[in-house]
Each structure stands twice: as C-alpha cells, then as structure tokens.
C-alpha cells in the first residue's frame, strides 16, 4: 500500500475508470525515468546484491525491478568466471613470450605454418555425457538414467596440428592395451610422430617447429626435453627451453578450439563397440 502511495500517488485501483489512470489499462506507469535511475544508482553501489535483497531496500516489486534491470537498463546476470591467480613475475613471462613470438612471426612468414602444437587427450569408450544436450521432454522425469563405470575403458592419445594438417593420433599403448602416459612412454610416441613429420616434411624439417605446454611432469623431464633439443635443435616452445611456454598459459591454440572437439565428435557420432574401432574413428578426417 505504501509503496502504491509513493509511486501512483494514490491507493485507488487504477484498473478502474477514472479520471486518475494515465494509461488505457487504468495501472499508472511505474517504470518511470526516476525509478530508472534509481535501480541504476542501486546497481551501480552493489553489483552484487541478489534481486531479492535489491528489491527489499527499494519501494518497487521485485517483478518491476526486474524489467527495469533487463528491459530498460539491458542489464545480464554475468556468472563470476574463476581464474588462476596470477603473481606479477607469470604476467611478465607471459609478456615476454608474447614478444618473442611476435618477433619470430615478423622474421619469418612461414613461423606460424611450421608450428607444430601437440597435446594429449583421454578417449573413453562411453563418451562424455553433456547433461544440456541429454534432454528428455515430457510430463514427468524419465525413468532412464545415464550411467558411467567405474572404471571406464579409455585410451590416451597424442595429436600434432599446424597449418600444414594433423599428425596422428598416437596412442599410449603396450601390446594395442592402454597405458598411463609416463616419460618413457611419452619418448616412444614422440619417436613415432619424428619419423611421421620426416616422412611427410623431410625437405623442410630443418624449419618445422614444436610447441607443447609444461603441465604435464613428462613434458619437461630431462629426458624428454634433451630428446625435443636433438630433433628440432633451438626450434622448441616448452616451458625449460630457449622459448618458455609459461604456466597457466590460457588454452588459445588450434588443438584447445578446434581439433579435440572436432575429433570427440567423429569418435562418439555413434557409441563405439570397442576401443579398437574408437580409434579407428579418431584417425578419419
């Protein structure tokens, strides 16, 4: 009733004929330029707030704020996005990698077509369930459910991208059975994608380059970095060599955006039977 008062100027029901409606309904407008700007100020001082609290310290309905906050002021209800925190001296090696890069492009035009960006990936033999996709319509919840195993059935696979096309996949596997990924493990697969990249680019593997992140303890061991050194020399992008790949580097290359989706969605068009016809599927393009 107060509120009524504050806004209409009155507590008669406006729905009925009279002289005090304003509109062809009879309701007053309380979506005015003073309530406007007064959900705006609210808005601005508290961001945060839920819609509930907000509407409890102003002298409108909830309802109403809400259309001020969408309809008039086109505001959204933005999700907080979760980050890792960053230290100065990660923000500074990620300026400084940028750069070399930069200046890698500008010295040579075929740099970005020569980049090979490699990276691991899990193959499960039932797929990966999204939940916004699995919709079932009706009157009542369906009886059905989706199950995962235990222990699901999967293989681990390593892919090459650059301009040039896709190496691979190679799995991680011991007799056609799957193997946790280790450094050893992690040399052989690398033995297999040189002798790929020598059979396909041979005449200009002295200018291919290859890049992998450091988040994986195999990348960076010893071993493996003193192998990438032997084959590509100074050509590397990897966290302990010449170029640092930094940590917590986002996710922004060709195989983050496109090639895992890209080959997930050939795999699992149709449930595979087994493993063995996943990664026949995995390696069609």
Same mark, same amino acid.
């Given at each position: 009733m107060v509120k009524k008062f504050q806004y209409a100027g009155?507590?008669?029901?406006?729905?009925?004929?009279?002289? #005090?409606?304003?509109?062809?309904?009879?309701r007053k407008r309380l979506r005015t330029?003073? !309530?406007? =700007?007064?959900?705006?100020? @609210?808005?601005?001082?508290?961001?945060?707030?839920s819609t509930r609290k907000r509407s409890q310290t102003l002298p409108i309905s909830r309802s109403t704020m809400m259309r001020v906050m969408t309809e008039d002021l086109g505001m959204?209800?933005?999700?907080? /996005?979760?980050? /890792?925190?960053?230290?100065? @001296? #990660?923000?500074?090696?990620?300026?400084?990698?940028?750069?070399?890069?930069?200046?890698?492009?500008?010295?040579?035009?075929?740099?970005?077509?020569?980049l090979w960006t490699t990276d691991e990936a899990h193959f499960h033999l039932d797929?990966?369930?999204? @939940?916004k996709n699995n919709v079932y319509w009706g009157?009542?919840?369906?009886?059905?459910? =989706?199950?995962r195993p235990l222990h699901?059935?999967?293989?681990? =696979?390593? !892919? =090459?991208?650059s301009s040039r096309g896709i190496i691979g996949p190679f799995f991680f596997e011991s007799n056609e059975v799957a193997v946790t990924v280790n450094t050893e493990r992690y040399i052989e697969v690398l033995d297999k994608f040189w002798i790929e990249l020598q059979r396909k680019f041979n005449s200009t593997l002295n200018r291919q380059w290859f890049h992998q992140d450091g988040?994986?303890?195999?990348?960076?061991?010893? !071993? @493996?970095?003193?192998?990438?050194?032997?084959?590509f020399k100074k050509r590397i992008v990897s966290r302990r060599c010449q170029i640092e790949w930094p940590p917590y580097t986002p996710d922004l290359s060709l195989r983050d955006v496109y090639l895992w989706g890209y080959l997930k969605n050939k795999v699992y068009e149709e449930k595979p039977r087994d493993l063995n016809q996943l990664k026949r599927r995995s390696k069609t393009r």
């Open positions: 009155t507590v008669k029901n406006l729905n009925k004929k009279c002289k #005090d409606r304003e509109t062809h309904s009879g330029s003073h !309530v406007i =700007a007064m959900v705006r100020e @609210s808005v601005e001082q508290s961001p945060k707030r959204f209800p933005y999700r907080i /996005q979760t980050h /890792q925190k960053l230290s100065e @001296s #990660d923000k500074n090696r990620r300026k400084e990698m940028a750069k070399v890069l930069l200046d890698k492009i500008e010295e040579s035009d075929t740099f970005l077509k020569n797929g990966q369930v999204n @939940s009157t009542s919840p369906p009886a059905e459910i =989706a199950v699901p059935c999967k293989v681990t =696979a390593l !892919v =090459a991208i988040a994986a303890p195999h990348h960076t061991a010893h !071993v @493996s970095i003193e192998w990438l050194k032997q084959q």
